[in-house]
């Protein structure tokens, strides 16, 4: 087995157990859940704000691109949620 193939195998098998893991949170524990994954996204974010500069090709660029833009997103979407749950628990005036 060659190391692209291991490397492809690893990734497969991480999105089927992500998955898996995903589906068993309960809808209560997902948002706090979220809310402390946003530094994991924000390494994510930066990976891919490194391989984008590290890009020699037009496919290396639009993957780097993509994965900047899907982890903006999910920055983003991650502190507004947090907000959004943070909000939550303010006394009401």
């Known amino acids: 087995m060659t190391a692209e193939m291991l490397i492809f195998f690893i ?8 998955f898996e893991l995903i589906s068993k949170v309960p809808s ?3 948002t706090p859940l979220m809310s402390g994954t946003n530094a994991i ?3 994510i974010l930066l990976g891919g704000m490194l391989a ?3 890009a020699d090709g037009f496919i ?3 993957a ?4 900047v833009v899907l982890g903006s997103a999910n920055v ?3 502190f507004m949620v947090t907000d959004r749950m943070l909000q939550m628990f303010k006394r009401k005036k």
């Not at 990734?11 to 992500?18: A, R």
């Not at 780097?64 to 994965?67: D, E, N, P, W």
Request: aromatic share 14%.
């Open 60 to 62: 290396q660029h639009a």
């Open 41 to 43: 996204h924000g390494i």
């Open 76 to 78: 983003f979407g991650g």
């Open 11 to 18: 990734f497969v098998l991480s999105i089927f157990l992500g």
């Open 28 to 30: 209560m524990l997902h």
């Open 52 to 54: 984008l500069a590290a």
């Open 64 to 67: 780097g691109f993509v994965a």
